[in-house]
């Protein structure tokens, strides 16, 4: 059963406005939650992340707001550039989790239309 | 600056054969962890490692087994493939001593495996 859960496969924004990624999660005890990003061919790189005891975490265009009681996160990306384009998981850690143990989303795939 | 490295990067098998997928870091890095990706189903974890000589299975074990003899290697074997084995494994390592980047893990590249 999946706990962290990436509801829309894909997602298409035009250049230069905002682009909203979204992930819920069921396991009200995970304490931190990172975004990653994957171009075709490559392994996912760290984007941004947050702790359970935060609510927003801002990096330069990414912002990812974390809301505990909906058991809900979301990635902003303000503007959008075509080199966006990519696939974001969303992954959890804490709970029940080994040590140092992530357990991510299935993605969603970000285009930017320039 | 290599960070996390997979070899081979592609491989074709036929059902029934072996072989050994090889991830090295030289980050230090105490944990390493072995993925499998498939379509809609995001990154799934096989086995993971916590430090040299331990292993432990993670959501999706069967079928394969793992090693850690050094520190900054992990072995994924596949001892006799299976067409459902065909995916792209991706290798990760991450330290528990590294602060608020304690939960971030470092990809390798991914190897692709077809299993025919």
């Known amino acids: 059963d999946q706990q962290v859960k990436q509801n829309s496969p894909s997602l298409s924004v035009q250049e230069g406005r905002i682009s909203i990624l979204n992930c819920d999660y069921t396991?009200?005890?995970?304490?931190?939650f990172l975004w990653y990003k994957k171009y075709p061919a490559e392994g996912p790189t760290f984007l941004i992340s947050i702790s359970s005891i935060k609510d927003k975490n801002e990096d330069g265009r990414f912002t990812v707001f974390l809301n505990k009681s909906a058991k809900h996160l979301s990635l902003h990306i303000v503007p959008s550039q075509p080199g966006d384009s990519a696939v974001y998981f969303c992954?959890?850690?804490?709970?029940?989790?080994?040590?140092?143990?992530?357990?991510f989303g299935s993605g969603t795939q970000l285009t930017v239309l320039p | 600056n290599a960070g996390v490295t997979q070899t081979p990067k592609f491989r074709v098998l036929k059902t029934g054969q072996s072989m050994t997928l090889l991830c090295a870091q030289d980050m230090n890095h105490e944990y390493m962890y072995w993925y499998r990706q498939d379509p809609g189903m995001g990154l799934r974890l096989i086995h993971y490692s916590v430090g040299e000589g331990t292993t432990a299975k993670g959501e999706v074990p069967d079928g394969y087994n793992v090693s850690r003899l050094k520190k900054q290697n992990f072995l994924l074997g596949l001892e006799s493939a299976a067409p459902s084995q065909t995916s792209v494994y991706f290798c990760a390592s991450s330290s528990p001593s590294l602060g608020k980047a304690k939960n971030i893990q470092y990809f390798g590249a991914g190897t692709r495996l077809s299993v025919l």
């Open positions: 396991n009200s005890m995970f304490d931190y």
């Open positions: 992954a959890a850690s804490g709970g029940a989790l080994a040590p140092g143990q992530l357990t």
